[in-house]
């Protein structure tokens, strides 16, 4: 009898030993989800512009579309990367791969500390699918600023990175390129020239600004232009008489000044932040 008693507390205690294990695997994996819930929440709400109101006049703020967007359809395609934390106890009792900060976190706007797509050492290729083949001139990075992260270390931010369009025939490469450690411009853009219209890009992540054990990715960007085949054979002869395309009212508005990075310099500008 007393046996009998003791194996169903053995199992009650079980049980209850599984239930706490299963609520924490499910606070931490919908953690994400929530944050990106209530970052919505705000956007929708900052949206929100009350033209009759007195006293308050409506701006209106021109910004370049960036295509590497989760919003507009971009998605992550596949990842060569070694996540943060061991994922075998997650993928055994789950059946799913882990990420505690996921690659799908680059597409997204929230920029608040700590939510980028980390992974171990300095090294990483990322494969992004476009919603829609876009003929791209800029590709950039962002990355928080030291007085944001909470040690006061951007040295985890990525340095230097190659970026690669992929066609069914052949890969071509849009540029090598550094992101510099400058505190004042978070956000780096670098000019491409544009040949053709693209919708799948491999990033190589190369190095990091002197962090020894992780490097985090923020966000990407890309800017670019969507033409019809029409549009774009007609700009294509314009270009061959020699005339200006470049104020077609197509053409987005640039908001910040560009500094082009075709290739990686010998050394970069600002001194490593650790």
């Known amino acids: 009898m007393a046996h009998s008693m003791l194996s169903k507390a053995d199992v009650q205690n079980d049980r209850h030993m599984l239930m706490n294990t299963l609520d924490g695997i499910i606070k931490q994996v919908f953690s994400s989800v929530r944050d990106e819930l209530y970052t919505l929440k705000k956007a929708i709400r900052g949206a929100e512009c009350p033209n009759n109101a007195p006293g308050k006049t409506s701006v209106k703020i021109h910004e370049r579309v960036n295509y590497a967007s989760e919003d507009l359809g971009a998605k992550v395609v596949s990842v060569m990367a070694q996540p943060l934390y061991s994922s075998n106890f997650f993928e055994l009792l789950l059946g799913i791969k882990y990420w505690p900060n996921p690659p799908v976190k680059m597409l997204r706007s929230n920029m608040a500390p700590g939510n980028c797509f980390a992974f171990k050492d300095d090294r990483a290729v990322v494969m992004i699918k476009l919603p829609r083949p876009v003929m791209i001139d800029q590709i950039g990075l962002s990355h928080i600023s030291r007085k944001q992260s909470p040690t006061g270390d951007a040295s985890s931010a990525p340095k230097d990175f190659t970026v690669f369009a992929v066609t069914e025939n052949r890969d071509v490469l849009l540029g090598n390129f550094r992101y510099e450690c400058i505190q004042t411009k978070l956000l780096q853009t670098f000019f491409v020239q544009p040949s053709e219209k693209y919708d799948l890009l491999r990033f190589h992540f190369n190095s990091n600004h002197g962090h ?61 932040s650790g």
């Open 212 to 272: 020894s054990t992780f490097t985090c990715i923020y966000r990407i960007v890309v800017y670019g232009r969507v033409f019809h085949d029409s549009l774009l054979h007609q700009n294509g002869h314009l270009r061959k008489r020699g005339l200006d395309t470049d104020q077609s009212p197509m053409t987005p508005n640039v908001g910040e000044k560009t500094t082009q990075h075709h290739h990686p310099t010998s050394a970069s500008s600002a001194s490593p």
